[in-house]
């Protein structure tokens, strides 16, 4: 898939959002991109996740395994790992810290591909990452739907993204006027309290 056809499911589904937004990161930025409004349509969850599942295997070859971060990584990691035929496991917040839990556990010597929704800063990614490798994971790479650095970002293992797309992001004290100036919208979850 190229990026148009990548964008093209998000616009399909009113998922391409343009205003003021803050991102899981803290970032503001002009641009969001709902990927829950996609990976509601199974349809079009499997299409890109497909999609990714090849890029995946052409650029690392095979995995045994996929772990995700939950929540915006668990539907893209389950799917990917569906469309690559092996299981799909997720991490979870511990106090704070993500964790295999629910019974989960990586064989040693395991291929582990770590797969994404959206990486901005990969913050995320890297946490998931680090918890992979405390459980004795070796993940040989990560995979996400869509790369909102422009391929800028480095989360320490080779990164395959279906879509690279440079968007810009503002740290609250550096916002340019005309971002500034639209209200402001937090539609992610990373600060909703339980």
């Keep these: 898939m190229h990026l148009d056809e990548v964008m093209d499911e998000f616009r399909a589904v009113g998922a391409l959002r343009e205003g003021h937004f803050i991102l899981s ?69 511990v106090d704070g810290a993500f964790a295999l839990r629910r ?21 995320s990614s890297r946490e998931c990452i680090e918890a992979i490798r405390a459980a004795g994971g070796d993940v040989v790479a990560a995979a996400c739907v869509v790369d909102r650095s422009g391929g800028e970002v480095d989360i320490g293992v080779p990164l395959v993204a279906l879509a690279r797309l440079k968007v810009p992001a503002y740290p609250a ?20 309290k339980a």
């Design 25 to 93: 990161s803290g970032l503001h930025s002009p641009v969001f991109l709902q990927k829950n409004l996609v990976f509601a349509h199974p349809e079009r969850c499997a299409r890109l996740c497909k999609a990714l599942a090849d890029k995946v295997t052409a650029e690392i070859g095979p995995v045994d395994i996929v772990v995700s971060p939950a929540m915006g990584g668990v539907i893209p990691g389950y799917e990917t790992a569906r469309q690559l035929g092996v299981p799909a496991l997720y991490v979870e917040r």
């Design 103 to 123: 019974g989960f556990s990586l064989e040693p010597g395991q291929r582990v591909l770590m797969v994404e929704d959206i990486v901005t800063t990969g913050l």
């Design 173 to 192: 004290d550096q916002l340019p006027p005309e971002l500034a100036a639209i209200p402001i919208e937090d539609p992610g979850s990373r600060r909703l």
